[in-house]
């Protein structure tokens, strides 16, 4: 992390931040519009515009999370962790806290985007000889050498006026006291204020002169003249040359210095530390409380989610976090153009029973020479005789309903031929006014659940059939993708086997029932009927053959929209 301080609203630094107006004035004011005063969707917001700014820099730097969000080891997968304890309790975030987060992602950005690990690793490899103490030394300098240097690169564009800015802070928050006997993380810390901000001390031990001279000499040498067209790889090589020259400078000066701590473990490979031990960081935050608990940061993720590729922190709320069935769940566009064939006469079927069954709605025409008697409009009869008005009842053409289709591996062939021509004919019948068609495509592949949308844009698309069957998932992706506003909601799910992966289909069930979704699931030529009746109960229909399927699906709709109107 950039920095390690939790802000104590009883120290006289704060006094001060808090009276300049520091926290309700920043740059980031200008560009985020996206706030809430609801600590889960504002975590989330935040969360969402640094994922932006990371994306700004380069697309191998890694996503950006909350400390706490995952049990996972998100160092290992290189995603930037952002402590939350700093902006716990100050919705929505103030500018001024903003600026700050968006410093600290921009730092660690460019820490994987020049690829400062790499740096380190070619310095150790031509040091594996060096002396325990020695290496630990070197180590410092290195990841401080690193942290002025990314630092510098991003004074280069605007972001650099966030870094500033939480380097600032930073700054205003650290015990000072250089008059003390040297110590080297001192040493370090003043090399940094002093290249980056031309920070001056007054009273200083004169130990620190020197070494701090030819430090700062140096790196001003190699940010004002490294060549930055390169590749990368070169760049890293040119810094870690430039770095034992420098330790070479100041090695006899400070190697006996005294350490707080030691950074470098042997037979390890570490990453250099960037941390600065100013103020001892307390467990809880001023509440109290943990910064992040678990249920703040599931709603955190089922925030995210919304509008994303990944349903899974969605599908885990609804089955349960600690639900070991659950498998990944993500939306993927990876389709081909569908050429299926369209029956008309099954298309001409399909429409007049969504006339049949359609909603009504009363449609007044007043100022007719005919019909039945206006009140309103009796004072016309002697001037004009338009005092009639007459009633319609009208359909309106409002369906919401979600062909949910298996495209496991034993689909492939006619079987998935013939539901592209079901689903096209659908789409056909339900062409135009205010209907909504989804089509869906799901199978399993690698441990996800792979949900494919089959109708966008008004075209048909298709998936190649693969995997297996992770139906109580794919219900649920489908129910939470379709629209709410819409009152008659359907899914009709068509597949040839039991679900064997992913959650349980009674999850499903219960979340359709309890969202008033009318679901209804298609066996279609699966002879071994058991395990479908006791996955899917009363909602579950059988067909002998697939061709079956067009003629099934207009006696089931016609079935379901007349109980729905009874």
Known sequence: MFFDV????????????????WMYEGYSDFWRRNKSIIEAAELANVIRALRKVAGQIGSNVGGVEWAG??????????????????????????????????GIVVHEALFRKEWSDL??????????????LDKDLLHKMVAEAEYIYVDKLAERSVLGLYVRKTRQFLFERMEWNPSLPPLLEMLFVMWRFQVLDEKKWDQMNPLYLEPLDILSARMLELVNNLPLKGSVTERCKFRSNFYLEMFEAVHGLIGSWKRETITYFDGERPEPKRKVKSVKKKAKSASGKEPLSLKLASEIEEQLAVGSSDLTPL????CGEDDPDVINTSLWDFTIPAHPSVDPYLVARLKGTFYAYANRITVVNRGLESG????????????????????????????????????????????????????????????????KLQAFGYFEHDGVAIISELIRK?????????????????ILAAAL???KEKKRRFIIHVTDGESNCGC??????????????????????????????KQYGKSLEFLDYFEQLPKALENLLRRKLLFSAK
């Open 119 to 132: 740096v380190w690793a070619e310095i150790e490899r031509a040091k594996k000889d060096l002396k325990f």
């Open 69 to 102: 969000m995952s049990r996972l080891d998100l160092q290992k997968r290189g995603i930037i962790t952002v402590d939350p304890s700093f902006i716990i309790g100050d919705y929505p975030v103030p500018p001024g806290k903003m600026d700050i987060l968006v």
């Open 6 to 21: 939790e802000v104590d609203k009883d120290t006289k630094q704060y006094n001060f931040w808090h009276k300049a107006g």
């Open 504 to 533: 349980d289909v009674k999850h499903a069930l219960d979340y359709c029932k309890k969202e008033k979704i009318d679901l209804v699931t298609l066996g279609c030529g699966y002879k071994e009927r058991d395990m479908l009746v």
């Open 315 to 318: 599908i885990k709320a609804i």
């Open 458 to 474: 008004g075209k048909l698309y298709s998936i190649p059939p693969n995997g297996r069957t992770p139906s109580g998932q794919a």
């Open 372 to 435: 039945k008697i206006d009140k309103s409009r009796l004072y016309r009869a002697p001037m004009t005789k338009r005092c009639f008005m007459q009633k319609q009842l009208i359909p309106e053409l409002s369906w919401n309903i979600a062909v949910l289709v298996d495209a496991s591996r034993s689909m492939e062939g006619p079987k998935w031929r013939l539901v592209e021509s079901v689903v096209a004919s659908f789409y056909k019948a339900l062409e135009g006014q205010k209907n």
């Open 481 to 483: 993708l379709l629209p």
